[in-house]
């Protein structure tokens, strides 16, 4: 068998003024020239690290760790950056700009010599839009993830990210002072990693790792562990390895994979944004995956996973008693066992020998910790391309309710109203938010699980119904109807409810209608006047023109596919 050419050899293993071009500013950084030569390997590193998206602050620490691994296995490793989103901090939200990251990624790592890359990846975003990014270039790849915090501890307890809706509402009743929240903030954030629940960050991270692009243990593994540094060894070890095969994303990213992440993420009670991320990354791989697909599969699944917001424990807790491969194999009889993963081996083997060292944290198919998880995919007049709710995370009881319509034309509208003693509003009516999709807001922030208003919650109501075309935070819960499509802001049915309409939720049956009759809905429809979108220049138009619906992933129509790794022109 003839060795295959490395693709870093295209600029590397060049002769003349070409090959001096590619190497010799590269040589400035100390390099010698062996390393050149086309026998290692070169690994990107497509690195996230920004103080301004703490989550993945320490990734410099992780990438030495990850580089060591790299140089041990005869692999050269080149470290780059790429925009990282920090979700806490990025107005208006994170997820407007996740597919302008992804285009950061796919086109530094096709336009770079690099033969694989390991993909570190943490707060909530950088996962999808590296993910998405590498798909559409299709080179051997592999995950490295950030690992969640040590769970915080207040007044004794212990707290993560899911408390901050609780802490928010004790603020509104009196119950927390101003002092003790800002004791709490330092409470919660008190190691390096993402949040500490079963939020969008860890859900990403199992979603990487049940779709077999990760190293098992990726989604737990505390990200101040030392554990994290040999996990980041290893990625690098292996990585190379990967190279050598030629296994490229591709080839991981099946059907099959799909679908056993989507039963994986019902397992682990995981954040409704892993729908459109999943979605997304399916249509850049060229995979054929819709929303109906998300119901079914993981209708089969029930909570297994004993983490918030779906249970009572944190991701640090799930590492110590097992692990993603241990929640894993309790369902492994539904999973595609058969599925290859990036460290050569099927899911089937990496969880052979997996074991639950907790039955509080981990359940059975038999005796799971919730009988339903995963996701409800909603049709009817109010949302003809679907909407999508979290039943793992609502009140029982609202999974089949009917109630009055209370409006909020936007999420100004909702701040101004929501407080107001005066708002006609009880815990039977339905909140409804308009204007909070991806071209509405613009980017489709996570506001969905709009907080009750304060006289409903001094009288002691916990959860209400909720629905909005906008997203919610994967830390949060509630009887919360989220991702409506078509969006308000394009004309979508949900743009039509007025105050005092009725509003018919039923989750079992998987409906959710608006009560008025075809000819009022006609009328309505004929005397809808589109959102004024107020942006003329930059990314934010080109968001605007470009960016598909809930349902499709949220993407940029041109992005969908991929383009390859071939370059056929050189720089100079
Ligand atoms: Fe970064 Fe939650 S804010 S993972
Ligand atoms: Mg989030």
């Excluded at 295959?4 to 190497?23: A, H, P």
């Excluded at 690099?114 to 080179?139: E, F, H, N, Q, R």
């Excluded at 990213?253 to 994986?264: G, K, P, Q, S």
Aim: aromatic share 6%; net charge negative.
């Amino acid at each position: 068998m003839t060795k295959k050419k490395l693709r870093s050899q295209e600029w590397y293993g060049r002769t003349g003024k070409d090959g001096f071009i590619y190497r010799s500013w590269m040589k400035n950084q100390g390099l010698p020239h062996h390393l050149f030569e086309g026998e290692k390997p070169v690994i990107g590193i497509c690195n996230t690290w920004s103080e301004l998206t703490p989550c993945n602050a320490h990734f410099r620490d992780l990438a030495e760790a990850l580089k060591r691994g790299i140089w041990e296995a005869g692999g050269f490793p080149l470290e780059f950056p790429v925009m990282s989103l920090g979700e806490c901090s990025i107005k208006p939200t994170a997820m407007l700009f996740r597919n302008l990251a992804s285009m950061d990624v796919e086109e530094s790592i096709r336009a770079n010599p690099m033969d694989g890359v390991v993909l570190m990846c943490g707060c909530d975003k950088t996962t999808p839009s590296l993910v998405m990014g590498a798909a559409s270039v299709d080179i051997p790849a592999m995950v490295l993830s950030s690992g969640p915090m040590l769970v915080g501890r207040f007044k004794g307890k212990k707290i993560g990210t899911s408390d901050i809706w609780r802490f928010a509402e004790d603020f509104k009743l009196g119950k927390l002072s101003q002092e003790e929240f800002i004791e709490a903030e330092a409470a919660m954030s008190r190691s390096v990693g993402h949040c500490a629940p079963m939020g969008t960050a860890s859900t990403m991270a199992a979603m990487v790792e049940a779709l077999g692009l990760a190293l098992p243990d990726n989604a737990t593994i505390p990200a101040a562990d030392s554990r994290r540094k040999v996990l980041a060894h290893m990625t690098g070890m292996r990585i190379v390895e990967l190279v050598k095969e030629d296994i490229k994303m591709s080839q991981i990213l099946t059907r099959n994979a799909f679908e056993n992440a989507i039963m994986v993420n019902a397992a682990v009670g995981g954040s409704t944004n892993f729908i459109l991320h999943l979605t997304a990354i399916a249509k850049r791989i060229g995979v054929e995956l819709d929303l109906t697909d998300f119901d079914y599969f993981s209708s089969k699944i029930p909570l297994i996973a004993n983490v918030q917001p779906s249970g009572e424990y944190w991701v640090e807790d799930l590492f110590y008693a097992g692990g993603l491969p241990a929640v894993m194999r309790e369902i492994e009889k539904h999973l595609h066992r058969d599925a290859l993963t990036v460290n050569g081996k099927t899911i089937g083997e990496n969880i052979a020998k997996a074991e639950c060292w907790d039955r509080n944290l981990i359940g059975t198919l038999d005796n799971p910790i919730k009988p339903e998880s995963g996701i409800a995919v909603l049709k009817g007049n109010l949302c003809p391309n679907g909407a999508v709710l979290k039943p793992s995370a609502a009140t029982p009881n609202l999974l089949v309710h009917t109630g009055r319509a209370v409006v909020f034309e936007n999420i100004d509208d909702y701040k101004a109203k929501v407080d107001d003693p005066n708002l006609d509003i009880d815990e039977t009516c339905v909140m409804v938010m308009k204007n909070v999709g991806p071209k509405g807001y613009p980017g489709m922030p996570e506001v969905g699980n709009m907080g009750l208003p304060k006289k409903l919650l001094e009288q002691g109501v916990k959860d209400m119904v909720r629905i909005s075309d906008g997203r919610m935070s994967g830390t949060g819960f509630g009887t919360v109807v989220l991702h409506v499509s078509p969006e308000s802001a394009i004309g979508g049915p949900l743009a039509f409810v007025q105050n005092g309409d009725m509003i018919s939720l039923d989750v079992p049956n998987r409906t959710l209608n608006l009560l008025i009759s075809e000819e009022e809905f006609e009328k309505r429809r004929i005397g809808f006047i589109p959102t004024q979108l107020p942006y003329e220049r930059g990314y934010v138009n080109l968001f605007l023109d470009k960016v598909n619906q809930a349902h499709e992933g949220v993407d940029f129509d041109f992005l969908q596919g991929s383009s390859g790794s071939e370059v056929k022109r050189d720089s100079h």
